[in-house]
Every structure is written in C-alpha cells, then in structure tokens.
Antibody, heavy 116, light 108 residues
Framework: QVQLVQSGAEVKKPGASVKVSCKAS????????MHWVRQAPGQGLEWMGI????????SYAQKFQGRVTMTRDTSTSTVYMELSSLRSEDTAVYYC?????????WGQGTLVTVSS | DIQMTQSPSSLSASVGDRVTITCQAS??????LNWYQQKPGKAPKLLIY???NLETGVPSRFSGSGSGTDFTFTISSLQPEDIATYYC??????????FGPGTKVDIK
C-alpha cells in the first residue's frame, strides 16, 4: 500500500532553514507528482508547491518563491522541502501529498516550530 | 493566482440534517476542484475529486457538484463522525493549486 513517511519534528531559530523529508513506498516513485502543503496552528491548509519526481521540475506558490526548494532523490524514493529564512509565521505542520491534479495520499505531517 | 472563497466559514447542524457548503473560484476552473475532510490532528482526506466524483471508499452521503466558478459540497444526512473541517481545493493548468479557507462543521 502507498505510504508517505515524513521526518520528525523540528525546532528552528528565526533566520535558519529547515529541510523536511517525505519517503515514499508502495508505488513507482517517479510516476506521481508530490505536493507540499502546510497548516499553521488553528489555520487552514496552504499549498506551497509541487515537484515531479521523474525529472525534478517544480512549481511553487508565489508566496514562497525564493524561499522554498523542493528536491528529490530517486535512489531512496524521497522528496525534500527546504524552507529558508524562517520566521515565527512559518511555525506549522508540513505535509507531503501524492498526486497531480488530485493529491490523494498524504504523509503524517511534520511540525516545524520557529522560535528564538 | 486563482482565489477560492468558501461559505459558510462554520455551521452547526443536527444529526440527519442536509449540509451544504459552497466554494467559489475567482475565475473559471472547469471541474478542477477537489473536496477534503480534515479532523483535528489528522492529515486531510480526499472525499470528492474533479468536482463530482466520489473517492473510493467514501460514503455516498457525500457529494459534489458544479463547474466553472461555482461549486457545492453536500452531506445528505449528517452523522456524528462527519464533524470536521472541509476544504475545497482547485488546480489550474499552470500547476498552481489553492485551498479554500475551510468550513468547520459541528453538531448542534
């Protein structure tokens, strides 16, 4: 069965970067795009961007352009989301989700806390 | 970027009631709209894709309709386990996606 297992919680200081991983299993890794979505405490879902694991092409929400980088490692079936210049407003649960038009399968989420 | 609005932002209904949520896009998105259910502390769960298609395994009391800019999500008979926040999500041909602000559904 499809599984998306994300890395553990992180605590970062303002100005630092964080890199969250999402390890996929149960399907052909390069056949499905992967989204990153975040959710601040008590807030709604916010789409950050998408990566094509086959060629590595990406598309980012304008809000995160210049601050987010999504990459993949096909040898380990893992996608990564790196967010730089962290500020307190980036405190959120970050999810990966598999699919292109229809993100069907989601990781368990990774809490990133930004605090001095 | 395409903006999504959802209404109401919250609602309270009785078990067995029919519940309707609307989602409006700032421009024509054809039927490129999905609906998700999210319970506290959990990842979102896909319920409806491409505006009106019921995801496998999802109870038939959930349904969706609409195209263009106006969409509707309906729970035909609200159950206690349906307490959650519901989000619409659009995708466009530039591979850009947007979620609606969400509708919190409660039991009266």
């Amino acid at each position: 069965q499809v599984q998306l297992v994300q890395s553990g919680a992180e605590v970062k200081k303002p100005g630092a970067s964080v890199k969250v991983s999402c390890k996929a299993s149960g399907y052909t890794f390069t056949s499905y795009y992967m989204h990153w979505v975040r959710q601040a405490p008590g807030q709604g879902l916010e789409w950050m961007g998408i990566i094509n694991p086959s060629g590595g092409s990406t598309s980012y929400a304008q809000k995160f352009q210049g601050r987010v980088t999504m990459t993949r490692d096909t040898s380990t079936s893992t996608v990564y989301m790196e967010l730089s210049s962290l500020r307190s407003e980036d405190t959120a649960v970050y999810y990966c989700a598999r699919g292109f038009q229809v993100p069907r399968d989601w990781g368990q989420g990774t809490l990133v806390t930004v605090s001095s | 970027d395409i903006q999504m609005t959802q209404s109401p932002s919250s609602l309270s209904a009785s078990v067995g009631d029919r519940v309707t949520i609307t989602c409006q896009a700032s421009q024509d998105i054809s039927n490129y709209l999905n609906w998700y259910q999210q319970k506290p502390g959990k990842a979102p769960k896909l319920l409806i894709y491409d505006a009106s298609n019921l995801e496998t395994g999802v109870p038939s009391r959930f349904s969706g309709s609409g195209s263009g800019t106006d969409f509707t999500f309906t729970i035909s008979s609200l159950q206690p386990e349906d307490i959650a926040t519901y989000y619409c999500q659009q995708y466009d041909n530039l591979a850009l996606f947007t979620f609606g602000p969400g509708t919190k559904v409660d039991i009266k």
